[in-house]
């Protein structure tokens, strides 16, 4: 009984990634650090931090893993436009009598994850960074214009900067899923 539990302990805190080379550690440090840096030049009329809350991650999704399905440029640019619709639509729901004030809006930003995460399921768009951009938006009553700037904007960004990366480091991206 010991031992099993000892081996199940064991399995939490052993990590099942693979060890990568430091080429591709340090090329994928430089491309996220570079692309975070564009788009902070690029969003410097809105609050950075809640910004880099969802893109961020896609940047190294697309520079430490580009060969994963949720790092494709589909998945990139359309997990992120679903999510900050769902996000903003949510984030339209009148707020009056029990639904007002932080508990309404925590509750609409749990709504906005949830119905997120199922559209990008059901589109399979999935990209798990995009979640944050459904909860910021819909807890910051962002407008309807930020659906193209910045997450429209940032996203096609990330990719554009991913393919150019890539490319000139030898790498290839995006990859072609054989998984229908």
């Given amino acids: 009984m ?3 539990v000892g081996a199940e302990l064991r399995a939490l805190v052993t990590s099942t990634q693979p060890r990568l080379p430091w080429r591709r550690i340090a090329l994928a440090a430089l ?4 692309s975070v840096a564009i788009l902070g030049a690029l969003g410097t009329s809105m609050d950075l931090t809640l910004l880099f809350l969802g893109f961020a991650p896609s940047c190294l ?3 430490a893993l580009p060969e994963a399905p949720v790092s494709q440029p589909t998945a990139v640019v359309g997990g992120h436009m679903v999510s900050a619709a769902i996000g903003l639509g949510v984030g339209t729901i009148p707020h009056s009598g029990w639904w007002d ?24 768009v999935l990209h798990p960074p995009a979640v944050a951009n459904a909860v910021v938006v819909c807890v910051t009553s962002a407008g309807w214009s930020y ?16 393919m150019l990366w890539h490319r000139f480091t030898g790498g290839s991206y995006p990859h072609r899923s054989t998984i229908r």
């Avoid at 491309?31 to 570079?34: I, L, Q, S």
């Avoid at 609409?108 to 059901?122: D, E, P, T």
């Avoid at 997450?151 to 991913?162: E, F, K, R, Y």
């Fill in 61 to 63: 999704l697309v520079f």
């Fill in 101 to 124: 004030g932080e508990l309404a809006s925590a509750l609409a930003g749990a709504l906005a994850a949830a119905l997120s995460v199922v559209a990008m399921l059901v589109l399979r």
């Fill in 2 to 4: 010991r031992k099993r």
């Fill in 31 to 34: 491309g996220t650090g570079g």
């Fill in 147 to 162: 659906l193209f700037a910045p997450v429209l904007l940032s996203s096609v960004v990330i990719v554009a900067v991913a």
